[in-house]
């Protein structure tokens, strides 16, 4: 039972055009949702988050927007870079249960110089 | 990142065998978590502890136990190990009591069960 789906396994944008990557849930208890960004070799590092009392949430080259009545959720960076280039995974977890935090299955994004 | 030092970074191992993976943590964080990673699944939780010796069940906790004697380490075990728990395994803290706070991950450990 995938509660949070990223229905794109990749993604390829050129440099300095803009890469919006897609997440969808279906447990509408979510309340706070994540986005990390994955190098190989390494664990997943946080990127950007937002709580659901607000729609958007903005932190330089990268915004992630919230859709509560479609529970989707996206992140958009622009402009992209070849340093992005990495695994994408979006997160959700809900007030009461806080530490029971659900991934999507990952977007590989690639940045093309 | 947090300083979180997972151990060993790659086990190779055979089926039915005790394995024990360490986390450890130099921020005095409260909160630790073991997660696994395979294609299509993206990251599940195994167990997760909210302070030494208080330790909870994840969305995919058979077959593992846990322990935390001390805040700096948690360990996780795999009392006979099966081929379907080959996986790269992440370590994971939060330190912030505030509900609404990233959790921050090691860098994993590959481990292989033949």
């Known amino acids: 039972d995938q509660q949070v789906k990223q229905n794109s396994p990749s993604l390829s944008v050129q440099e300095g055009r803009i890469s919006i990557l897609n997440c969808d849930y279906t447990n509408s208890m979510f309340d706070y949702f994540l986005w990390y960004k994955k190098y190989p070799a390494e664990g997943p590092t946080f990127l950007i988050s937002i709580s659901s009392i607000k729609d958007k949430n903005e932190d330089g080259r990268f915004t992630v927007f919230l859709n509560k009545s479609a529970k989707h959720l996206s992140l958009h960076i622009v402009p992209s870079q070849p340093g992005d280039s990495a695994v994408y995974f979006c997160a959700a977890s809900s007030m009461g249960n806080n530490n029971d935090m659900r991934f999507g299955a990952g977007t590989r994004l690639t940045v093309k110089p | 990142d947090a300083g979180i030092t997972q151990s060993p970074r790659h086990k190779v191992t055979e089926t039915g065998t005790p394995v024990t993976l360490r986390c450890h943590q130099t921020e005095n964080h409260r909160y630790m978590y073991w997660y696994r990673q395979d294609p299509g699944h993206g990251l599940r939780l195994i167990h997760y502890?909210?302070?030494?010796?208080?330790?909870d069940k994840g969305e995919v906790s058979d077959g593992y136990s846990v322990s935390r004697s001390k805040t700096e380490d948690f360990l996780l075990t795999l009392e006979s190990a099966t081929s379907s728990q080959t996986s790269v395994y992440f370590c994971?803290?939060?330190?912030?009591?505030?509900?609404?706070?990233?959790?921050?991950f090691g860098d994993g450990t590959r481990l292989s069960i033949l």
């Open positions: 994971a803290t939060r330190g912030q009591e505030l509900v609404n706070q990233p959790q921050h």
């Open positions: 502890s909210y302070g030494v010796k208080d330790t």
